[in-house]
């Protein structure tokens, strides 16, 4: 008799379970205070703060490389000046440019487009003149299942790169709203943007001077 109860009140339990609100218990374990949603302007700010990191990182390999590699015992256990920065600045700075750009489908959001491809040169110019070639029109893949993107020459990495320079100062408008406050460099002030962005290709213009003269020349008036 005991067993036949046991079995009875298992039964009933189990026919009372499906009915338990899943959504109730989610919203539970749901932390409050987590942003589980993309800010384009939050992730704008910190682009801007990851770029001068890395950059400043890379500096400091190159100092120590300079300055202290043959000194025993000074920064001989840190080997990642410029791995570190390398790896940060796909799986954190480009990462966030491309998570941004996916966040911005409105045709008002030109200028704030304009500003992240301006940042992605900047970070692989700076990434492809201390590493060479590395990957670039295959990078930011994952998520589409390229785990294994090809390496680009430097010669199309710096094609790329004017070509994204100059389709973003073509669609800047000084209609369209900015990131503003968000953007700690330059305020949002459209006119500073151009600057920087033609300032980036005269700069990676006088790069290829003596390598590819007809092309630097050619930016440079550009620029």
């Excluded at 079995?7 to 609100?21: E, Q």
């Excluded at 704030?112 to 900047?122: D, Q, S």
Aim: hydrophobic residues 40%; charged residues 20%.
């Amino acid at each position: 008799m005991r067993i036949k109860i046991i079995c009875i009140v298992a039964a009933l339990g189990i026919t009372i379970l499906p009915s338990c609100n899943s959504d109730a218990l989610t919203d539970l374990n749901r932390n409050p205070n987590v942003i589980d949603f993309k800010v384009p302007e939050y992730l704008f700010t910190n682009i801007l703060l990851n770029c001068s990191w890395n950059s400043g990182s890379l500096m400091d390999g190159m100092h120590y490389s300079a300055r202290y590699k043959d000194v025993p015992d000074i920064g001989g256990k840190q080997y990642d000046y410029i791995t570190g920065p390398g790896f940060t600045t796909y799986s954190t700075q480009l990462n966030r440019i491309q998570q941004c750009m996916d966040e911005l489908n409105s045709p008002d959001d030109v200028n704030k487009i304009a500003a992240l491809k301006i940042m992605r040169v900047y970070a692989y110019h700076v990434l492809t003149d201390a590493m060479g070639d590395i990957p670039y029109s295959e990078a930011q893949q994952a998520l589409i299942g390229n785990y294994k993107p090809k390496y680009d020459t430097q010669k199309d990495i710096y094609t790329g790169m004017f070509t994204e320079l100059e389709d973003a100062i073509a669609m800047m408008d000084d209609s369209k709203p900015t990131f503003r406050g968000a953007d700690i460099f330059y305020g949002g002030d459209i006119i500073r943007w151009k600057k920087f962005a033609n300032t980036l290709m005269l700069r990676l213009a006088m790069r290829l001077s003596g390598i590819d003269e007809a092309t630097a020349q050619s930016k440079a008036l550009q620029a």
